[in-house]
């Protein structure tokens, strides 16, 4: 167990209810190594637990919901390869969080970003502060590249804007998200407890079985796509010399001088 006040995920069960805590303080809420594996060890948990009927994940008001990898990390990398493994990691934790056979919801607060707003994704509903972004501002930031499942998935849920989003560098604001569905529901700030508390009563309140159905459901239908191999243009990006330039600019606090290679 993670000591109070380190990077961490955590999970804390209120009956039929488990809130999944992503925590990593004055670094908002940045994962960690440790904190994937936790997170991936926590939702295969919570797949098939008896009583389970709702599972929340959400950061905190102070730090947002999760702002992607810690970038410091990432200065590790030897080579392109070491970026393909990566994302293949993180692919299993999103995958275990889409296997979690109950209604999961998203609650943001302030910030969805990068593997933040690919762990939003792959929950079944987002609730969100009216002020909450959302976005993967990576072509700005790193030069890193987001996996094809990840880019599926955007596409799926925002709709042809997720393009835009992604080609932009956009933070995009909750309320835009409302019309594609994306976001099933924004709160005042300071509100965003009591729209999730009525919410999850509305959970609660259905039939079990019907939810897990309709989740297999669509389950089912994304096995159906059969995707492309995106090893290449991962390899493309973590092995360039920009991708170096943008940790390293990322990290000393300038614009990346990007060149192409």
Partial sequence: MSEPGAASVTVAFNGP????RISNPGRRNAFTWSMYDELEQIAGGLDGRPGLRVVVLRGDREDGFAAGTDISQ??????????????????????AILDIDVPTVAAVERTAVGAGLAVAACCDIV?????????????????NCLPITVVQRLRNRVGPAAVGM????????????????FVHETAAAGELDAVLDTLIRRILRSAP???????EMNRRLDATVDLPDDTDLLELCYGSADFREGVGAFTEHRYPNWKGN
Avoid: H
């Fill in 209 to 215: 079985l019907t939810l897990r159905a309709l989740k």
């Fill in 17 to 20: 209810v488990a809130e999944v």
């Fill in 74 to 95: 990432f200065g590790d990398f030897a080579d392109a390869a070491a970026g393909v493994d990566y994302e293949r990691r993180v692919g299993r934790v999103l995958q």
């Fill in 166 to 181: 992604l080609l932009t560098a956009a933070l995009v604001p909750a309320q835009q998200l409302i019309s594609s569905g």
């Fill in 127 to 143: 609730v969100a502060e009216e002020d909450a972004r959302f976005g993967a501002p990576i072509a700005r930031t790193l030069g």
